[in-house]
């Protein structure tokens, strides 16, 4: 089982360069599945049913989100329609849209995939993502051996100690939010491929994809500044997973593309 | 002018790790000027005078901390006894030690180093580190064009703001505390070197160092746990930089070595 | 149906008041129940069984706690040992410990007590508050129509909020954790008496019971300080409440004593 | 030297309280001088011209301000025209505005005002309160012997210890921020008057102001919730402090008024 994940794509200049470099990827990779976090997509913040077409028609097959996913009020619509689009799992029971999905690989396998969110350092607060990840993968692990978590998290710690904890469990713990990518990418003793932060899709020359003026203007003065998506060069942040029958990470590989965009 | 720099030294491990691979990376490499985030050093939190003894034996010329600082009472003879121990510059000003420094290379010409704390997601709340920056610099650069700033801090966000903030000012920003290293070396438009975070020197199968078990028994059961530094293999990370002589960066490439230790 | 509630009881000095006011208090107000917060009561921070026993002598017949409920190893021991002893209800299902309880009152009526921590600036982040409490509370309401709840929480918004929610459902909320009294008791239109914090028993020149001297030395160095309880004047904080035979609260009164010991 | 001293007055309900209500307290009490925190007065968060010209008529001499402060770009000018309006002194040294000043009394005397927020659970992180409140305080009091502090904080903790700092350098730290009047209000021994807590000026059967199902929806589903100010009975918070000739607090008494405005 072949799987590409891309992280989190932030606005046009995000989804332009997907558009771009995402269908050349599935050249060179074949991916059996392709996931991305859509939670910036919309304006740098969100996702729109326009914005979620746009991506699968990229080549995109399932899309998580993240502490950014009620931005606009059309996720409702979104969730209702597509049960790709897949919302943190530990928000409130109640609350609209699916978290995770069984997802038919272009192998012909399902694929589980949970969208899930932590604790620390983020806003709002929800319940604990180690439960509610428990709970929730093992659904997924009756129908299938593969399974992929996206934790978007902030704080190292709860990343590295979700993945360590679902060791053995699930395929792959890939982690996005912070923008960054990571360079700790590799398979944890009991089989799970696991990298820390997946980074993002979006301007290179930015404070995580935001105008750097405006994102330094703020730290500056300490007073609000409204925000705005950065232009200039682009990057593609993501991760190529390779699994064996038992849905063990064999292979995980980083894909760290720049790109000058015209 | 050649510089290694080494991310959070953890505990044991990471100072017997760095006590046996940096004077192969010194043979490798020939730095100018070696520095090392030492706030772990002590028992996986704080420096005492044995260990930062043990750390320049090992060829560590500069030490920076963080938000451990203060861990044992004894930092405060360390600070005392020598100038190249920094702890971070935005503390209040009657805090004991030094915050910056400059620090003759084996070139022989002075390199400024400065240690810097953020604001964001992190305990203590210290003053504003821009601001703290530029004053700090603008000190250092009265005497060379090489400065090298450790930005200890949590959020990517503060961190890439702050390196565009000094780009073109000092000739690296270099991030530590998150323990993971991040794939995002690059030279910003100014010729400031910088990476998000340079990651760690300690226990590779552990949560930043602490026994994974541990740290996933606090996430479970919210409830206090005593931390102890895992054990097995460990890995070394930091950068190697490359600056011209007006002080601009020319090369940076991260150093990611994991090791079996016997 | 009468209620006297008391705030987090600090250290030695808040146990000696109680041992001597308290009985006073019995003697005046005859409460068919006396409820107290016990976070603090040993040493400053935490529970033991020798505090737990010394709280009951004193007149207390049901303890809450808060988020210093695992300071002290022994508390295992005390909860295992006094169901009247209460840890906060959204701790994770496996903690041990009861969070709630029917408690035969003076009058030969069981009253409902409920433990609960907010998720708002407190450490660590449980689940959330208003999910659990009205889970515990059906069950309480199943067999009493008195029911009590101990919201130890730190924002104003959480605590008035999650007592606007439970109107009607409980006799009232009581909040605890600023060590602050406020001035706002009152009934809300659905009957629930509430008062956002009843305030601390302790040292009253003081921070939070806390050596002034000491909390300053933090605040103003940003580095670690060991706390020790003050001494001198001490105040009784709490709240007096009747309830009809609906449960309702039909009177809430603050009780802010302040007192010389010698 | 008699001063009336009022809590965030919220939204149009407060204005419309203070209106009604300060020309009966002024008459009542003679203040010399009447301050209010004015964080919250347009439309629930911020200041505009017209509100403050309002409050000017309504009898209020001089307005402080907090978090919110420059949520309507307008505050730019009101802090241009109005030295008696004082945004928090421990935003950066090139913020706009003042956040100190001396304020002629009505007995001719001149009395120090000094605007303050906290770094504790509030966002944005500000430099040091402490630090900036001496530094501040040194310079009214060379020119008088009255000086209130409004001190815009959250945590209970942070607003002793700055009070017990204070203590016998100014005549009162009266707080603000959490909307809830505490009873704690006091002659702290050096002299100076304190209370953790004014309260605000706005609906009472509301969440801080908001409408209390807007405020709990937030709560119930973590998701954004767009809130408005409540309606109803309002009630009136402050404080009025009597100060003797060395500038000592004398007198200190909660003003708690609730009020059913048709
Ligand atoms: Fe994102
Ligand atoms: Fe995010
Ligand atoms: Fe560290
Ligand atoms: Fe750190
Ligand atoms: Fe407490
Ligand atoms: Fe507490
Ligand atoms: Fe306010
Ligand atoms: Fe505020």
Chains 1, 2, 3, 4 share one sequence.
Not at 4 to 18: A, K, M, N, S, T
């Amino acid at each position: 089982m072949k799987i590409i994940f891309l992280g989190d794509i932030v606005g046009r200049p995000g989804r332009e360069l997907v558009k771009t470099l995402l269908p050349e990827l599935i050249q060179q990779y074949a991916p059996d599945l392709t996931v991305a976090n859509g939670e910036n997509a919309a304006g740098g913040f969100g996702l729109t049913l326009e914005v979620a077409d746009e991506l699968f028609h990229s080549g995109v097959d399932v899309i998580t989100l993240g502490n950014h996913t009620w931005k606009h009020r059309e996720i409702d619509q979104v969730l209702d329609r597509y049960k790709q689009v897949l919302r943190p799992a530990n928000y409130p029971p109640e609350t609209p849209g699916e978290s995770a999905g069984l997802f038919v690989a272009k192998n012909g396998y399902p694929v589980g995939v949970l969208s899930l969110m932590g604790q620390v350092y983020l806003e709002p607060t929800l319940d604990c993502p180690f439960r509610v990840a428990k709970e929730q993968i093992s659904l997924l692990k009756e129908k299938t051996p593969y399974v992929l978590v996206d934790f978007h998290a902030e704080a190292t710690s709860e990343k590295i100690a979700l993945a360590h904890y679902l060791d053995g469990l699930v395929s792959a713990v890939v982690g996005t939010h912070t923008h960054v990518a990571t360079a700790d990418e590799r398979i944890l003793p009991g089989g799970t491929g696991y990298i820390t932060d997946v980074g993002m899709c979006g301007p290179t020359d930015s404070v995580l994809g935001v105008k750097k003026e405006l994102a330094i203007q703020k730290f500056i003065t300490k007073r609000p500044v409204k925000f705005e998506i950065a232009k200039g060069p682009v990057e593609l942040n993501g991760v190529y997973l390779e699994l064996d029958e038992q849905g063990r990470t064999k292979r995980i590989d980083r894909i760290n593309y720049r790109k000058n965009l015209k």
